[in-house]
């Protein structure tokens, strides 16, 4: 059985960091793709970064996080990490990490703000 895990959620101030960890049981995290996306009340869940399948995969991410947030994946820990830095007021959500377009962890909060 998959089970999807995040953590590192928390109360930062605006131009803070904070870093993100998905952990993929039951499963090799590099078996699918896998990504975050973040989702904010009365607003449809956004897809921020994802990395395709594979040894090495490829990772893309949204316009609105180009250039502050950083995805890796650690095979050996089965782990996908998100470094989110220059943090804004408007990257407040819930984040959601998803492995192969099916399983979804239980989300964790992000609030930036003072």
């Known amino acids: 059985q998959v089970q999807v895990v995040e953590s590192g959620g928390g109360l930062v101030q605006p131009g803070g960091s904070l870093r993100l960890s998905c952990v993929v049981s039951?499963?090799?995290?590099?078996?699918?793709?896998i990504g975050w996306f973040r989702q904010v009340p009365g607003k449809e869940r956004e897809g921020i970064s994802c990395?395709?399948?594979?040894?090495?995969?490829?990772?893309s991410y949204a316009d609105s996080v180009k250039g502050r947030f950083t995805l890796s994946r650690d095979t050996v820990k089965n782990t996908l990490n998100l470094e989110m830095n220059s943090l804004k007021p408007e990257d407040t959500a819930v984040y959601y990490c998803?492995?192969?377009?099916?399983?979804w962890g239980q989300g964790t909060q992000v609030t930036v703000g003072s």
């Open positions: 998803n492995w192969g377009h099916q399983y």
């Open positions: 990395i395709s399948s594979g040894g090495v995969g490829s990772t």
């Open positions: 039951g499963y090799l995290v590099n078996y699918y793709a």
